[in-house]
């Protein structure tokens, strides 16, 4: 049966934990996890990005997460929490499914930027 994004965002939601702005600042502090932001460049110029965060648009993702692929960025490791937030929480939801996929097991959705804003996170100009 061919899926449509509706149905692919809820099966990526109920699969991909979803946490609060407190949680992920917790879970870096405490767990050294890894913020990974998936917009695109022109997003983060426009909006700004979450201080010590990764911008790794959802494109490239599986290149950066590949420990194999010479596009591998060392922030990401299957043993390490990755967060990943987008603009609203749908990319970030459609990535972790990836993560999960490739091995990642403590992959966690942050939601959108603007969560991240509305809970008073700080923002840094890009």
Known sequence: MPANVKDMLAAANGEVPRISADEAKRMVREQNAVIVDVRDSAELAAQGKIPGSVN??????????????QYH????????????HCAS????????????????????NLGGFKDWVDAGGDVEKV
């Open 89 to 108: 929480g749908g990319r970030s939801a459609l990535s972790g499914v990836t993560l999960h996929q490739m091995g990642y097991k403590n992959v966690y």
């Open 56 to 69: 790794i648009p959802r494109g490239m993702l599986e290149f950066r997460a590949d420990p194999t692929s």
């Open 73 to 84: 960025d060392a922030n990401l490791s299957a043993d390490r929490p990755v967060i990943l």
